[in-house]
């Protein structure tokens, strides 16, 4: 699992990034939150969804909708001290596009209580 975000943080969610590489192009996804980004580059597709999802997750909380979404897309949070899984089930398919590389990873993301 990989530690994502800077903002220090009581609770955690994990998220699983599905990532494809399509010819010359990197495609990341947010499986659970749907949010998506490409790049040219590997390095600058897992920067782009990094932020996204911070933008995503922060938004949710100022607009008061972190709870209901959470609850609507089977997302748990792990309160400061919970013992945080290493890997999520999804049922989200990996595949290779073109005959580039595809993978899927884990993110614990830090999220304010």
């Not at 943080?9 to 599905?18: G, P």
């Not at 490409?38 to 999802?53: G, N, P, R």
């Not at 997302?75 to 089930?89: D, F, S």
């Not at 595809?102 to 614990?108: D, I, L, N, V, W």
Request: charge should be negative.
């Amino acid at each position: 699992m990989v530690a994502l975000g800077k903002a220090k943080a009581v609770s955690k969610v994990v998220l699983t990034v599905r990532f494809t590489q399509d010819g010359d192009q990197w495609l990341a996804e947010c499986v659970e939150l749907g949010t998506a980004t490409y790049a040219d580059s590997f390095e600058d597709v897992q920067a782009e969804i990094a932020e996204l999802i911070e933008l995503h997750l922060s938004t949710l909380e100022q607009t008061g909708q972190r709870a209901k979404f959470f609850k609507e897309h089977g997302i748990k949070l792990y309160p400061a001290g919970a013992n945080v899984p290493a890997q999520v089930k999804t049922d989200a398919p990996v595949v290779a596009l073109g005959g580039g590389a595809a993978f899927s990873t884990t993110y614990a993301v830090p999220v304010s209580a």
